[in-house]
């Protein structure tokens, strides 16, 4: 079968299943003609990946599972653990949090160096609280996408403006005009669809989660 119905049979994107064959997760025949020609055993592992991934199995021991060097069971144990270490870090978070709830302060009384200086002693002790580098980091990639493509989409609109204002002084077949103005107009619908295509890419691609790894 083809990708399309393995994409609706499954519910993973085309884009997310090229990426899971080249981690090496999936080897595809092709057929005669070249192209790839999926299984119902293609479809099966495709299953197995988004299960696994639901429950944040990393691609690299989905890598070793499937190639016979970790099992499941030894996967889901180390789940287990670090979801515990986590419940735990959020326990002491929440205490923290609670803590400056019941001191009944207010940004003006807040006192950051103290509170900071609590905060340093609870990651010596194993607590992690947010790391904000971490959290702006698709903030930052979405404002890089987004400013690359303005820059190619005001140039475009320059360059119509100068064509428009270029043919008040010296007039031009209509056809001619249209044709000049539609290739930046071209330009920049692509460039506004490449960049949605893009944020949604960052927000959600495996592709973005592969650092991960």
Same mark, same amino acid.
């Given at each position: 079968?083809?990708?399309?119905?393995?994409?609706?049979? +499954?519910?993973? =994107?085309?884009?997310?299943?090229?990426?899971?064959? &080249? %981690?090496?997760?999936?080897?595809?025949?092709?057929?005669?003609?070249?192209?790839?020609?999926?299984?119902? *055993?293609?479809?099966?592992?495709? !299953?197995?990946?988004?299960?696994?991934?639901?429950?944040?199995? *990393?691609?690299?021991? /989905?890598?070793?599972?499937?190639?016979? @060097?970790?099992?499941?069971? *030894?996967?889901?144990?180390?789940?287990?653990?670090? /979801?515990?270490? %986590?419940?735990?870090?959020?326990? !002491?978070?929440? @205490?923290?949090?609670?803590?400056?709830?019941?001191?009944?302060?207010?940004?003006?009384?807040?006192? $950051?160096?103290?509170?900071?200086?609590?905060?340093?002693?609870?990651?010596?002790?194993? =607590?992690?609280? /947010?790391?904000?580098? @971490?959290?702006?980091?698709?903030?930052?990639?979405? /404002?890089?996408?987004?400013?690359?493509?303005?820059?190619?989409? +005001?140039?475009?609109?320059?360059?119509?403006?100068?064509?428009?204002?270029?043919? =008040?002084?010296?007039?031009?077949?209509?056809?001619?005009?249209?044709?000049?103005?539609?290739?930046?107009?071209?330009?920049?619908?692509?460039?506004? +669809?490449?960049?949605?295509?893009?944020?949604?890419?960052? &927000?959600?691609?495996?592709?973005?989660? $592969?650092?991960?790894?």
């Amino acid at each position: 079968m083809k990708i399309k119905q393995v994409e609706e049979l +499954v519910g993973i =994107t085309k884009k997310n299943i090229r990426f899971y064959e &080249e %981690q090496g997760l999936l080897e595809v025949k092709r057929a005669e003609n070249g192209y790839r020609e999926y299984s119902l *055993s293609d479809v099966k592992r495709l !299953q197995e990946i988004r299960l696994l991934r639901k429950l944040s199995i *990393s691609i690299e021991d /989905m890598r070793q599972m499937f190639g016979g @060097k970790k099992s499941l069971r *030894s996967c889901l144990e180390y789940q287990v653990e670090d /979801m515990e270490r %986590q419940k735990k870090n959020l326990v !002491q978070v929440q @205490k923290f949090c609670e803590g400056l709830l019941a001191a009944d302060i207010s940004l003006d009384t807040l006192v $950051a160096p103290q509170c900071l200086e609590q905060m340093e002693q609870l990651e010596k002790e194993g =607590t992690n609280f /947010m790391d904000v580098r @971490k959290t702006d980091v698709h903030k930052k990639k979405i /404002m890089g996408a987004a400013l690359g493509g303005g820059i190619m989409v +005001v140039l475009m609109a320059l360059l119509i403006g100068i064509i428009i204002w270029d043919c =008040t002084v010296d007039p031009v077949p209509i056809g001619v005009l249209l044709f000049a103005i539609g290739i930046p107009a071209v330009i920049i619908i692509g460039v506004i +669809v490449s960049l949605i295509g893009r944020v949604k890419e960052i &927000e959600g691609g495996e592709e973005d989660e $592969a650092s991960k790894y």
